[in-house]
């Protein structure tokens, strides 16, 4: 089974950065397509990013231009760094394999 396990969350002032991890155990990793999503409190999880096995990436209009998605294939690893964070961006981010999630990692932002 695969297991995701994320990292990296913790608090920042608004305009700070971040840069989350997920880390893929497995053999397919390089294959996927993987995913980052978050859910704020009381809100439904929402899309944030994807990166496609080829390197192709789209975001959601709220991160785009402030957040990036990549991979490290060799590593069975995928990034997100957060640039010009604001309070809106506190939630739990969740990053996606298939059918599989990890347990997630909080981000706050607050001053």
């Known amino acids: 089974q695969v297991q995701l396990v994320e990292s990296g969350g913790g608090l920042v002032q608004p305009g700070g950065s971040l840069r989350l991890s997920c880390a893929a155990s497995?053999?397919?990793?390089?294959?996927?397509?993987m995913y980052w999503y978050r859910q704020a409190p009381g809100k439904q999880r929402e899309f944030v990013a994807i990166i496609t096995s080829a390197g192709g990436t789209s975001y959601a209009d709220s991160v785009k231009g402030r957040f990036t998605i990549s991979r490290d294939n060799a590593k069975n690893t995928v990034y997100l760094q957060m640039n010009s964070l604001k309070p809106e961006d506190t939630a739990v981010y969740y990053c996606k394999m298939a059918a599989d999630w990890g347990k997630g990692t909080l981000v706050t932002v607050s001053s």
């Open positions: 497995g053999s397919i990793f390089s294959i996927n397509t």
